[in-house]
């Protein structure tokens, strides 16, 4: 099974690509992490950016789905969706290795994700109920998915 983190913005900031790095690679091979960049909709300024959101949501939307390995459950992050514990986390994770699909955790923009991909999704999964950069949200999603693993292989990372 493959973790596919798919993330709508590029070009972060070093911190950001090592941290994500760091966890990607702690990874056993049956749990790899790998993440697809997809490049955001130019945004435009003023009003005309304002009135276009639907139209770059759409366009952001068309670009992630492309991205999405074919038959993969998605899980789009959403500050709607629901909580869950890493130990829940990791319950989900196994029912995914179970049922032999990959995973794609799917990160907006700025300005979200389209309806329509919330719509498809198999889960809407808040991350934290504080708004956090789209760049650290990566770095925190890849550490509680090597978390949730670390709890599926008894390993000690996880003391709780």
């Not at 690679?25 to 950016?49: F, Y």
């Not at 699909?101 to 504080?130: N, P, Y």
Request: net charge positive; hydrophobic share 45%; aromatic share 6%.
């Amino acid at each position: 099974m493959k973790l596919h983190v798919v993330a709508v913005g590029h070009r972060m900031p070093a911190w950001i690509a090592a941290g994500f790095d760091d966890y990607a690679k702690r990874m056993p091979r049956e749990a790899r992490l790998v993440l697809r960049e997809i490049k955001p909709e130019n945004r435009g300024s003023g009003a005309a950016a304002a009135q276009g959101i639907e139209r770059m949501l759409a366009a952001e939307h068309k670009r992630i789905l492309a991205a999405l390995p074919a038959g993969c459950s998605r899980v789009v992050l959403d500050e709607r969706g629901k909580s869950f514990s890493t130990r829940q986390l990791a319950d989900n994770i196994a029912r995914w290795q179970r049922d032999a699909r990959d995973v794609a955790f799917i990160i907006g923009s700025a300005d979200g994700t389209a309806a329509a991909l919330k719509k498809e999704a198999d889960m809407l999964w808040s991350l934290s109920s504080l708004t956090l950069p789209h760049g650290l949200a990566r770095v925190v999603l890849a550490e509680q998915l090597y978390r949730a693993v670390s709890i599926l292989h008894n390993h000690p990372y996880h003391r709780g």
